[in-house]
Each structure stands twice: as structure tokens, then as C-alpha cells.
């Protein structure tokens, strides 16, 4: 038996990046997942690899988390498929970076729809289904910049302390229902969203980190696991840094 046997996951965004390895390792530890993304093909072909990889039932399923149509789908899908649903990952996000004053509103508009409305109403929609199991866990990714504010980044900045305060509301409210939530939030992690900063960038971000190196996506997949696990059930509305230590 696995840590996570019987057991099914929704890991929005899961076509790359960090969704891509916390749904790999879900799969690796025995559960069922519905991974989401925008691209269809990159989704689907994702999820017959961990499937196959993994003997487990991998859906993709295309989705915009900031659209309450696709929200409901994806969770009836996971619903049809696995009969219940216990843990939901809402990972998906978008950066659209720029200085506040030639920030554009729509770009404005766009991050706080898909890094934060969309985690509203994911969680609205499986509430539903875990308020009736009377069980559940929700694990929102937010980010070391919504907690420390950064320059060029007010829209996704704002997006993710949003977060960080859903995270702790959600806990409060559904916590009668034995549905935690909780929240990881990394540093800067080697994926496609951080592949396009210039090298002086990261030089200059490299050198205010302690432990001296970026994070993998496998460091914020192993906070993820322990938050849906048995052995962090008396924890709820917590912030979990995995960012090196780059901001304490
Ligand atoms: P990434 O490599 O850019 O991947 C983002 C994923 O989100 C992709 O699978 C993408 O789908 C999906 N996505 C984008 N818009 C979506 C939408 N509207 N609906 C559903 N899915 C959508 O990003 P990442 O670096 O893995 O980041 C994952 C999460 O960690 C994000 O919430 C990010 O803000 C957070 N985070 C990342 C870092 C970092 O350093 N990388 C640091 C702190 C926090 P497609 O593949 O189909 O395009």
C-alpha cells in the first residue's frame, strides 16, 4: 500500500513546471489525479505518461481556472471518475510582469483572474463534494513575492498575498467540515516561469539566497505531499515557505 493509495488529486496547471511534478508525485505515491492546463494536447499527453508510468488513473483535462464553467467541469469530471475527491492542488498561475506605471489594466485584470479567482472558485466547486465527505484538503501555491512585495510585479505580487489571505479565510470556514487548507509558498524554483529572467537577474537573486541555490520543483511537490498528508491533519491556514531562505 502506498502513502497516497486510494486517494484522488486535482493538481490545477499540471501540464509543466511544478504541477507537472506535484501530480508526478502524487502518481508516484499511489493517487488517482486530474491534472489541468491550457493547452489541451500538452495535458493530455502528460497525463497518459504518468499513467502509464505510474499505473494509476491520470486524467488531463483542459481548463481556464478563471472561468466558473470550466471550474465546475473539472470538478464533475473528477467527481464521475474517482467517486470522491480528497485532495485539490490549485497550482495554476501567470505571471504578466511589468512597472506599475506601464503596467496595462488588462494585464492587471488577467493575473488576479487566474492566480486568484480561479483558487476562489476551485475551491467553491470541491468544497461541495468534501463538505459532504466531511474530509478534504486544499493547497493553495502562492509565492515568496506575496509575501515580501517586489517591484514589477504589483499585479502578480497582489494576486499572490490575495492568496495567501483566501488560504486562511478558507481554513477558518471550512474547517467544521474537517477540510484543511493550507498554503505552500515557494522561492525562486527552476521552471519555464523563471527560465526567461536575464542572467544578471538571477546572479543578483542567486546571491540573496542562503542556501545558495534555486529550488526544484520537487521541493515545493514534498511540502505539498506532507500538507495532504495523515501526518499534518492538526495543521490549517499555514504558510509554508520553500524558498531557501530567501525571505524569513
Ligand atoms: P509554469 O511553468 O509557467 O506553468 C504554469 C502552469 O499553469 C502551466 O501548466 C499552464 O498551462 C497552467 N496555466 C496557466 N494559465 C492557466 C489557466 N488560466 N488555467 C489553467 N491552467 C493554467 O509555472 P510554474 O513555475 O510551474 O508555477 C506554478 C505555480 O507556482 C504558479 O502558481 C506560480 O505562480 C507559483 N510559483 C512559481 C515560482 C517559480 O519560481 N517558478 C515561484 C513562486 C510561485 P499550460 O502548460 O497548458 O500552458
Redesign the pocket.
Known amino acids: 500500500m502506498k502513502r497516497f493509495s486510494n486517494k484522488s488529486v486535482i493538481v490545477?496547471?499540471?501540464?509543466?513546471?511544478?504541477?507537472?511534478e506535484i501530480a508526478r508525485t502524487f502518481a508516484q505515491n499511489g493517487a488517482n489525479i486530474l491534472m489541468?492546463?491550457?493547452?489541451e494536447e500538452?495535458?493530455k499527453k502528460s497525463a497518459e505518461t504518468i499513467s502509464s508510468n505510474y499505473s494509476v488513473k491520470a486524467i488531463g483535462v483542459k481548463?481556464?481556472?478563471?472561468s466558473e464553467a470550466d471550474c465546475e467541469k473539472v470538478v464533475s469530471i473528477a467527481e464521475e471518475n474517482f467517486s470522491h475527491i480528497d485532495i485539490l492542488v490549485n497550482?495554476?498561475?501567470?505571471t504578466r510582469d511589468n512597472l506599475v506605471l506601464r503596467m496595462k489594466e488588462k494585464d492587471f485584470e488577467d493575473v488576479i483572474a487566474?492566480?486568484l479567482k480561479?483558487p476562489f472558485l476551485m475551491s467553491k466547486h470541491v468544497f461541495r463534494i468534501m463538505s459532504k465527505q466531511r474530509s478534504g484538503r486544499i493547497i493553495n501555491?502562492?509565492?515568496?513575492v506575496g509575501q515580501s512585495g517586489q517591484a514589477g510585479q504589483a499585479n502578480y505580487a497582489s494576486s499572490?498575498a490575495g492568496l495567501i489571505g483566501l488560504t486562511k479565510s478558507l481554513a477558518k470556514e471550512f474547517a467544521k467540515r474537517n477540510v484543511n487548507v493550507n498554503s505552500v509558498s515557494?522561492?525562486?524554483?527552476e521552471?519555464?516561469?523563471?527560465a526567461s529572467l536575464d542572467e544578471k537577474t538571477k546572479a543578483s537573486i542567486l546571491s540573496q539566497i542562503p542556501l545558495k541555490r534555486m529550488g526544484k520543483?520537487y521541493d515545493v511537490a514534498a511540502a505539498v505531499l506532507f500538507l495532504a498528508g495523515e501526518e499534518s491533519s492538526y495543521i490549517t491556514g499555514q504558510i509554508i515557505a520553500v524558498n531557501g531562505g530567501i525571505y524569513i
Do not use: C
Not at 489541468?36 to 493547452?39: A, E, F, I, L, S
Not at 497550482?91 to 501567470?94: D, F, L, R, V, W
Not at 515557494?186 to 524554483?189: D, E, L, M, V
Open positions: 490545477t496547471g499540471a501540464g509543466r513546471g511544478i504541477g507537472l489541468t492546463g491550457v493547452n500538452n495535458i481548463q481556464d481556472v478563471s497550482n495554476a498561475g501567470i487566474v492566480n480561479g501555491i502562492s509565492s515568496v499572490k515557494p522561492g525562486f524554483i521552471t519555464d516561469m523563471t520543483p
